[in-house]
């Protein structure tokens, strides 16, 4: 079964910094990329940013200079997010991805989703 475990979400004023983990673990084959996405209430589900196991990253023109993504060991089941200059617009419920997923046990590709964690940017 694949479990994930993200943290580090919360409360921060505007301006602010929040560093967002998540690490993945099962009968894992091998993961193209890794991402979080973001929903804020009445919005659709959005791509935040993403990295590929080759490196290349992704990010959603609103964060772009604002937000990092980057691999936390060389297999690509844990990634952090770095998010600075936080904005009241960034808040949301932010969901770490796991995109086109190998399984040791299964054949085929799959999608896997995080619970999500609350990330609320407020004075």
């Known amino acids: 079964q694949v479990q994930f475990v993200e943290s580090g979400g919360g409360l921060v004023q505007p301006g602010g910094s929040l560093r967002l983990s998540c690490a993945v673990s099962?009968?894992?084959?091998?993961?193209?990329?890794m991402g979080w996405y973001r929903q804020a209430p009445g919005k659709e589900r959005e791509l935040v940013a993403a990295?590929?196991?080759?490196?290349?990253?992704?990010y959603t023109d609103s964060v772009k200079g604002r937000f990092t993504i980057s691999r936390d060991n060389a297999n690509n089941t844990a990634v952090s997010l770095r998010m600075n200059s936080l904005k009241p617009e960034d808040t949301a419920v932010y969901y770490c991805?796991?995109?086109?997923?190998?399984?040791?046990?299964?054949?085929?590709?799959?999608?896997?989703w995080g619970q999500g964690t609350q990330v609320t940017v407020s004075s």
């Open positions: 991805n796991a995109d086109r997923v190998e399984l040791t046990t299964t054949l085929g590709q799959f999608i896997f």
């Open positions: 990295i590929t196991t080759g490196g290349s990253t992704f």
């Open positions: 099962g009968p894992i084959f091998s993961i193209y990329s």
